[in-house]
Nanobody, 132 residues
Framework: QVQLVESGGGSVQPGGSLTLTCTGT????????VGWFRKAPGKEREAVGC????????????LYSDSTQSRFTISKDYTDNTVRLQMSLLRPEDSAVYYC?????????????????????WGQGTQVTVAS
């Protein structure tokens, strides 16, 4: 069964760091474009960043939204079938449920998308709370 599972959420103080992990089961997650999104109460789901996928040993090139550029880092790990979102300098406005998602195409090549519509399979989400 194809599934994505997010983990690593929790509570952190402003300025702190947290790493979220997206684990794929039933398929090779790092071979796909993977996006990270978040949804805060009362707001639309928005893109955090993404990373492209193009075959084994391809490290991938990430793309970030304006609000996360220079603070967040996306990477992939073929050995444990994961894509990670490392978050630093966290702000209260980063509080949200964070989701990872994969697109349809295996080994799609360079480039990824910060658009919800480009992804077909989603995880259940993990809560991140940034507060004093």
């Amino acid at each position: 069964q194809v599934q994505l599972v997010e983990s690593g959420g929790g509570s952190v103080q402003p300025g702190g760091s947290l790493t979220l992990t997206c684990t794929g089961t039933g398929f090779h997650l790092p071979y796909y474009r993977v996006g990270w999104f978040r949804k805060a109460p009362g707001k639309e789901r928005e893109a955090v960043g993404c990373i492209d996928g193009d075959g084994r040993s391809y490290r991938g090139v990430p793309l970030y939204s304006d609000s996360t550029q220079s603070r967040f880092t996306i990477s992939k790990d073929y050995t444990d079938n994961t894509v990670r979102l490392q978050m630093s300098l966290l702000r209260p406005e980063d509080s949200a449920v964070y989701y990872c998602a994969k697109d349809l195409v295996l080994n799609a090549g360079p480039g990824c998308y910060l658009k919800i519509q480009k992804y077909d399979r989603w995880g259940q989400g993990t809560q991140v709370t940034v507060a004093s």
